[in-house]
């Protein structure tokens, strides 16, 4: 198991740029797959990046604007989001896994784009 904790939302104007970052404690960090999702108000949650030893991977709504970075050495996970848009919106949280399924998260961070 990993703990994990999400900060550096916060609320930013359109076009604007926030860098979110997640704090994981626990053994074997470089080892989980570490991803960003987020869930806007009565919206489904979704993955917007992932890393892994593989490389990244971007939901089509983020590619472009969003970079995920990970720092083993610090337990850090990062999502630099640039060009923010209102659709934007949402609780940002960080998830880790090891097998098929993502079974520990963070409290999630708000991220709020206002026009």
């Known amino acids: 198991q990993v703990q994990l904790v999400e900060s550096g939302g916060g609320l930013v104007q359109v076009g604007g740029s926030l860098r979110l970052s997640c704090a994981a404690s626990?053994?074997?960090?470089?080892?989980?797959?570490m991803a960003w999702f987020r869930q806007a108000p009565g919206k489904k949650r979704e993955q917007v990046a992932v890393?892994?030893?593989?490389?990244?991977g971007y939901a089509d709504s983020v590619k472009g604007r969003f970079t995920i970075s990970r720092d083993n050495a610090k337990n850090m996970v990062y999502l630099e989001m640039n060009d923010l848009r209102p659709e934007d919106t949402a609780v940002y949280y960080c998830?880790?896994?090891?097998?098929?399924?993502?079974?520990?998260w963070g409290q999630g961070t708000q991220v709020t784009v206002s026009s």
């Open positions: 890393i892994s030893g593989s490389g990244t």
């Open positions: 626990g053994r074997s960090f470089s080892s989980y797959v």
């Open positions: 998830a880790a896994r090891m097998g098929y399924e993502y079974n520990n």
